[in-house]
């Protein structure tokens, strides 16, 4: 069953409560459309952006990791190893959660970075956030990062 804009508005209010002020430790990438974030406290926190089951969820799993990460997860952990979850949230009612994650860089400077999860797919996760993907990616499953400008 696809996750509605309602549920979906339910569930972020839900991990507000549960993840708010939370450490990333370790970002994994056990298949091509999901992401696990390994946070303080013994948490993880499952993004699947797959066309047939898109959730975001707390779980207990141990999933395989393949013996070497994808250049995602290694951008990932780059960017929010070590950051905090400041915020999450969905924009009106559109099928897009942002987390946002408040880290320090290697050069010391603090800087807020947002993990978006959203999809093309019909009746997945909605449009798409204002940055549009390549071309070359439409109508797959989609994990973005972006930093603000200015911050």
């Not at 990333?24 to 797959?50: C, E, T």
């Not at 999809?119 to 973005?144: D, Q, T, Y």
């Amino acid at each position: 069953m696809p996750l509605d804009a309602i549920c979906l508005r339910a569930l972020t209010n839900e991990l507000k409560g549960q993840l708010l002020g939370a450490r990333i430790d370790k970002v994994q990438q056990p298949a091509r459309d999901q992401i696990v974030l390994l946070l303080r406290g013994n948490l993880r926190l499952l993004l699947n952006a797959g066309p047939n089951q898109p959730r975001v969820q707390l779980t207990e799993v141990l999933r395989e990791n393949p013996a070497e990460p994808p250049m995602l997860c290694m951008l990932l952990r780059k960017h929010l190893v070590g950051g905090r979850i400041t915020e999450i949230e969905q924009s009106g009612l559109e099928r897009i959660v942002t987390f946002t994650v408040r880290s320090v860089n290697e050069l010391g400077e603090s800087g807020t970075k947002k993990l978006v999860l959203w999809s093309r797919e019909a009746g997945a996760w909605g449009e798409g956030p204002p940055l549009e993907p390549p071309a070359a990616r439409r109508g797959r499953p989609h994990f973005g990062l972006y930093a603000p400008c200015g911050v």
